[in-house]
């Protein structure tokens, strides 16, 4: 049997790994009426969900048996999509994205604007969130 001590020692001497990147971010714009989180899981994307709007997708398709139109996202790569959801991503205490200002979570950037938050991956696919237009792209 090897001694375990010695090299525990020699483990606790290494100095302190770098942290781990972040994987998760969530965030709303400075109206509260659009919340978004951004991840990493499965190569990265974004969603964002919006409250008050009006639709630009009415209708619900007859694969979808959940809520559709208030959701949207994007991932690595490909185009945006609406989101067909049973949840939200709006959380209490989620950070605020002021306007004029952008987030980069590995290949997705959210833009926070007066005018709505994008999001896109480095394809240039995403979608435009605002209550006035959804657009996916």
């Keep these: 049997m090897r001694p375990v001590l010695p090299a525990l020692a020699l483990l606790l001497a290494l100095p302190a790994l770098p942290a781990v ?3 998760y971010i969530s965030f709303r714009a400075p109206s509260g009426n659009i919340a978004c989180m951004m991840d990493m899981w499965d190569g990265g994307a974004a969603r ?3 409250r ?3 639709p630009s997708f009415p209708g619900r398709p007859g694969w979808c048996e ?3 139109g208030f959701a949207f996202a ?4 490909g185009p945006g999509v609406v989101v067909c959801a049973g949840d939200t991503v709006f959380e ?3 950070g605020v994205l002021q306007y004029g200002r952008s987030v980069t979570l590995g290949p997705v950037t959210c833009i926070s604007e007066r005018t709505g938050m ?3 991956n480095r394809q240039g696919h995403g979608f435009l969130v605002s209550r006035a237009v959804q657009r996916v792209f």
Aim: aromatic fraction near 10%; glycine fraction near 10%; charge should be negative.
């Design 74 to 77: 994007v991932g690595a790569s």
């Design 21 to 23: 990147a972040q994987d």
């Design 92 to 94: 209490p205490g989620a």
């Design 52 to 54: 008050e709007y009006t």
């Design 48 to 50: 964002c969900d919006i």
């Design 66 to 68: 959940q809520d559709y």
């Design 118 to 120: 994008t999001c896109m």
